[in-house]
């Protein structure tokens, strides 16, 4: 058997160890075995990519540089080249490779729109916009259907960098590319937070909620996502469930979310909580500055009595009577009929929960009897009492 057919036969043999390597995703291992002597172009490939995976970019960019010298009209390699330059944030040597790639395929929708994400990392906007038109305009010119598909997340991407950036100067003209990205990435949280508040910013606050709510699903429990809503809701009259989700962030809010709880407080009247807020984000370092965080804290502190500048219940309870039961009194006491709420927490591990009435008023709860039926987010009926520790409910269970 000659030198050639050996190494035909041992690169087929690499090639298929690797395949199974690849099929375990244990990239290190794939590229050992076809680290042979004098490679071919495909085991070198293979390899590079192999590489990259996992994550041994610079070996990678070694294999892609020399094949970009062999094959100097191929736009492959100057293209992953580029990106193995992006993954080691190398962005500016990232561009250089893509824009050679585009030079040899002006149409390389890849490369443009990794070129797009290169210039923003860069902080080059005016560029990234360039390119993630052209991305735009090359996915909408395509035929194909199979290829408008492949690259529909691209299209996305590119619909959403660009819609960003505009909804900082004008978002009312923001909407429709966003929108675009919405519809190219139905199930991406960022660019359905990104549409709610342009819209909201746009005047449209009702259109906003359905978005937030979807982004909120689907990457929970995200203050600055919850603050947007909080805001929204209050913006479209939803004053019990903005007050009910203010009140249950209130704590995580910082810097510019903050400053956004205060205007939603402001919208449901609750100026001591606003001002909390507006004081929270002044010691956040990207607000400090701010002249519209100081007129606000201005404003607020010349209207909110240094007294009432409490917990949030401060503003909800500003007008109670004298007369209600005492917080102190020794047994709880029976302040109505039947209420309605919903559970914010749950610790049945530990015995108790807590809600929050129609009213607003938070109120703990033991979790017994129907209540072990109950879960958090559900809506339940109760007993109003007031006990030692402050509001609590009896007698909790699911609504039907």
Not at 114 to 135: D, K
Not at 182 to 201: E, F, M, N, S
Not at 216 to 244: C, F, M, T, V
Not at 368 to 374: E, M
Request: glycine share 6%.
């Amino acid at each position: 058997m000659n030198s050639a057919t050996t190494t035909v036969t041992t690169e087929a043999t690499a090639l298929q160890v690797a395949s199974e390597a690849e099929a375990r995703k244990d990239w290190a291992t794939a590229a050992a075995v076809l680290d042979l002597p004098s490679p071919s172009v495909e085991v070198r490939k293979k390899r590079a990519f192999c590489l990259s995976l996992a994550k041994d970019f610079r070996a990678a960019l070694a294999i892609y540089d020399e094949l970009a010298r062999e094959q100097p009209r191929d736009p492959l390699w100057p293209y992953m080249a580029g990106y193995q330059f992006a993954s080691l944030e190398r962005y500016a040597d990232a561009v250089s490779r893509y824009e050679v790639a585009l030079s040899i395929k002006p149409d390389y929708l890849k490369a443009t729109y990794r070129l797009a994400q290169a210039e923003h990392r860069r902080g080059r906007e005016p560029h990234a916009q360039v390119a993630a038109a052209r991305v735009l305009r090359l996915w909408h010119a395509s035929e194909d259907p199979a290829f408008r598909e492949k690259h529909r997340p691209m299209a996305g991407h590119a619909s959403f960098l660009l819609g960003r950036a505009q909804a900082e100067r004008d978002p009312i003209g923001a909407i429709a590319l966003l929108e675009q990205a919405v519809a190219l990435l139905p199930d991406d949280p960022h660019a359905h937070y990104r549409l709610g508040k342009t819209l909201r910013r746009a005047g449209r606050p009702q259109g906003a909620i359905p978005h937030l709510r979807k982004a909120d699903r689907l990457y929970p429990r995200k203050s600055y996502q919850q603050a947007e809503l909080a805001r929204a809701l209050a913006l479209s009259g939803e004053r019990q469930e903005a007050q009910q989700l203010l009140r249950a962030i209130e704590k995580h809010l910082r810097g510019w979310d903050a400053y956004s709880g205060a205007h939603s407080a402001l919208l449901l009247d609750q100026p001591a909580t606003a001002l909390r807020f507006v004081e929270r984000a002044h010691r956040d370092r990207a607000c400090a500055q701010s002249p519209d965080v100081k007129a606000l804290i201005a404003k607020l502190r010349t209207e909110v009595p240094r007294s009432d500048r409490g917990s949030f219940e401060s503003d909800a309870h500003a007008g109670s009577s004298a007369s209600e039961p005492s917080r102190n009194s020794a047994r709880p006491t029976k302040t109505g009929g039947a209420a309605a709420g919903l559970v914010e927490t749950l610790r049945a591990d530990r015995g108790y929960g807590f809600l929050t009435d129609d009213s607003g008023t938070r109120r703990h709860f033991r979790v017994r009897g129907r209540a072990r039926n109950v879960r958090r987010g559900d809506r339940v009926t109760f007993t109003p009492v007031d006990a030692p520790k402050g509001p609590a409910a009896r007698d909790v269970e699911p609504l039907d």
